[in-house]
């Protein structure tokens, strides 16, 4: 079974998606760690990588395309990235689709707690970032695949994170899985 995991930066997505591929023993991709990567190659930051994104859409469609031949190719993966649930709808491709989402201000302590590890950006005015990020990536997913980021109903699950532990939304998702999947918990 293929799982994506898609949310907004600071959401917890990819930290319950390293639970969740561990708990399955499932491979994880993920997306967002592959554009930090390239933004790191070309030596910028990833706020110019997203600017320079919005001007030219190869960027996110080199990263999509990879994600792409991923969930083509493999089963038991789960792929983690801002489009992975819409990449399999728009393409057709059987996926348990999760959305991860958090209250803006959750999101923002997040992600000022994983600065030390976030190649490419620092701690300088991280609300106006993370709100900047959000903003690019909307516009783009809008102009280049006429997708409406925002729009949840293509979903399969949808968790608020906010008030729970990673280990906690991961077990939601696990269910929502067992359920999808018709074992009642007897798969893992």
Same mark, same amino acid.
């Given at each position: 079974?293929?799982?994506?995991?898609s949310g907004p930066?600071g959401?917890?997505?990819t930290?319950v998606?390293?639970? $969740?591929s561990?708990?399955?023993?499932?491979?994880?991709v993920?997306?967002?760690?592959?554009?930090?990567?390239?933004?790191k190659?070309m030596?910028?930051?990833l706020a110019?990588?997203?600017s320079?994104?919005?001007?030219d859409?190869?960027?996110?469609r080199m990263?999509?395309?990879?994600?792409l031949?991923?969930?083509r190719?493999?089963?038991n993966?789960?792929?983690?990235?801002?489009?992975?649930?819409?990449?399999?709808?728009?393409?057709?491709?059987d996926?348990?689709?999760v959305f991860?989402?958090?209250r803006?201000d $959750?999101r923002?302590?997040?992600?000022r707690?994983?600065?030390?590890?976030? $190649?490419g950006?620092?701690?300088d005015n991280v609300?106006?970032?993370?709100r900047e990020?959000?903003?690019?990536e909307?516009?783009?997913?809008?102009k280049y695949?006429g997708?409406?980021?925002?729009?949840?109903?293509?979903y399969?699950?949808v968790?608020?994170?906010?008030?729970?532990?990673?280990?906690?939304?991961?077990?939601?998702i696990?269910?929502?899985l067992?359920?999808?999947?018709?074992?009642g918990?007897?798969?893992?």
């Amino acid at each position: 079974m293929r799982i994506t995991i898609s949310g907004p930066p600071g959401s917890g997505k990819t930290t319950v998606a390293e639970i $969740v591929s561990n708990r399955l023993s499932y491979e994880l991709v993920t997306g967002g760690k592959i554009f930090r990567e390239r933004a790191k190659e070309m030596n910028i930051s990833l706020a110019q990588l997203g600017s320079e994104a919005e001007k030219d859409g190869r960027y996110d469609r080199m990263l999509d395309d990879f994600l792409l031949e991923i969930l083509r190719g493999k089963e038991n993966v789960i792929v983690e990235s801002r489009l992975s649930g819409w990449l399999c709808h728009l393409n057709g491709i059987d996926a348990f689709k999760v959305f991860v989402d958090a209250r803006e201000d $959750v999101r923002l302590g997040r992600i000022r707690g994983s600065l030390h590890y976030r $190649v490419g950006e620092n701690g300088d005015n991280v609300l106006f970032q993370m709100r900047e990020r959000e903003e690019s990536e909307w516009e783009r997913y809008k102009k280049y695949y006429g997708i409406d980021y925002r729009d949840t109903s293509i979903y399969d699950l949808v968790v608020d994170s906010s008030n729970d532990s990673a280990e906690g939304v991961a077990e939601v998702i696990i269910n929502g899985l067992d359920i999808r999947k018709g074992t009642g918990g007897k798969d893992h």
